[in-house]
């Protein structure tokens, strides 16, 4: 026979269950009967709620709710989840007996007697307001600190388009005004030049922009890697000092992509001048083209892809400048060695390719930007080395 005051003994678990439930002052932890109605009580639901059990019991459980929520059905809405699917939860603002609100986090679980029958519901709320408040606030600072760098980058901007395309209107008026005063044809000849190769410096700035804006249309063509890297190197080989030197990794069979083939290539070299640019003195840049299959790790692009990875032994980006370098305008170089936008065009256009850009650096060792574009369906029938 199992004696009454045996540890295992229910009255003596009923006990132990009673007293821990009672000396939980961080929980309201209390019972419903079946309509919702007080049943039981305990210290932390005194002191979340503000009424004592005598208060409570046998009140309907709708008391802690607020008038828009009862008017909205919520309390019977609930009880209805937690009776029919077993549990219900909730997160929502509840009324304490001095009328002030608190953030509760609430559950709802039914009580089933040995014959499975539902003699009740426990209920468990806890005051959350604290944690939603900061949760609130870190937000809040994180919206500020991006509108903060939103600003900053329009404001950057701006201010560069201003000053670029005002140095332009600068030549063209004072070309013009010279070439309106001048007897000399020779003279009138260059002036015209000025003008019209300002001009077309004004068109090649608003072209990038474009393509930053992602509202140039590109011309698509498909194209093995192997070709457009061998059109490339032309353009490159005038462009690298002699203490540089470029090597080729190239994978075998690479499949066809579908690029605006002209842009990829402008693309290309800002990579490659930003790598040259980067190197003092002596240094090797690497230019590798591979296949690879992406499942979400890039910038959450899933398939087969062409990766144009351009490397340099260059001294890194410094934590600071990092985050910062696909801006527009943004640079480090002195004044007339760089406009900022080489990296922010290579960001327009990899996006507006369905594609990605991204980089990886670090202090001491060298920078390599990895550009992925979306490799053909359809398979290149070893058509690619020629
Ligand atoms: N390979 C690299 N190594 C070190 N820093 C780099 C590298 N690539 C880019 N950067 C940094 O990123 C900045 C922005 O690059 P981006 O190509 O957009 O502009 P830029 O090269 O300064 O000017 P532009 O390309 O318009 O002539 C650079 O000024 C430089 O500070
Ligand atoms: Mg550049």
């Known amino acids: 026979m199992v004696s009454a005051d045996r540890p295992d003994h229910p009255v003596m678990l009923a006990n132990r269950y009673e007293r821990l439930v009672q000396s939980v002052v961080d929980y309201a932890i209390y019972m419903l ?128 388009l201003a000053h670029d395309f005002n140095n332009l209107l600068t030549i063209i008026i004072n070309s013009a005004r010279m070439a309106k005063e001048s007897q000399d044809p020779v003279r009138l000849r260059r002036m015209m030049e000025h003008i019209l190769d300002a001009g077309q410096r004004g068109t090649e700035l608003t072209k990038q922009l474009l393509t930053f804006a992602r509202h140039r249309k590109l011309e698509v063509t498909q194209i093995a890697p192997a070709e457009l890297l061998g059109a490339t190197r032309g353009l490159l080989e005038h462009a ?50 591979s296949a690879v299959e992406l499942a979400g790790e890039v910038e959450g692009l899933c398939g087969a892809y062409v990766c144009f990875a351009v490397g340099d032994s260059g001294p890194g980006i410094e934590a600071k400048v990092l985050p910062r370098i696909f801006e527009p305008f943004f640079t480090t170089k002195p004044f007339g060695k760089g406009t900022g936008l080489g990296l922010s065009q290579a960001y327009g256009f990899a996006k507006q390719s369905n594609g990605a850009i991204n980089v990886q650096s670090e202090m001491g060792k060298g920078t390599c930007m990895r550009l992925y574009l979306p490799a053909c369906r359809h398979n290149s029938d070893g058509q690619l080395d020629g």
């Open 240 to 289: 690298l000092p002699r203490e540089i030197v470029l090597e080729e990794h190239l994978q075998p069979d690479l499949p066809l992509i579908d690029v605006d083939v002209g842009q990829l290539q402008m693309v290309l070299l800002n990579l490659l001048f930003n790598a040259r640019d980067a190197i003092e003195g002596q240094g090797t840049i690497r230019l590798a083209v």
């Open 33 to 160: 009967d079946t309509t919702g109605r007080v049943v039981s009580w305990n210290p932390g639901a005194e002191r979340i709620k503000g009424y004592r059990a005598e208060e409570v019991v046998g009140k309907h459980f709708s008391l802690f709710f607020t008038p828009e929520d009862c008017l909205d059905g919520r309390p019977e809405r609930l009880l209805k989840q937690a009776l029919e699917q077993g549990v219900a939860q909730d997160e929502g603002w509840r009324v304490r007996k001095d009328g002030t609100r608190f953030w509760a986090l609430a559950a709802l679980d039914v009580i089933r007697d040995e014959q499975g029958q539902v003699i009740g519901l426990a209920k468990v709320t806890r005051d959350i307001t604290d944690r939603r408040e900061s949760a609130l606030q870190l937000d809040a600072v994180r919206a500020q600190l991006f509108q903060a760098q939103k600003l900053e980058a329009l404001g950057q901007l701006t201010g560069g």
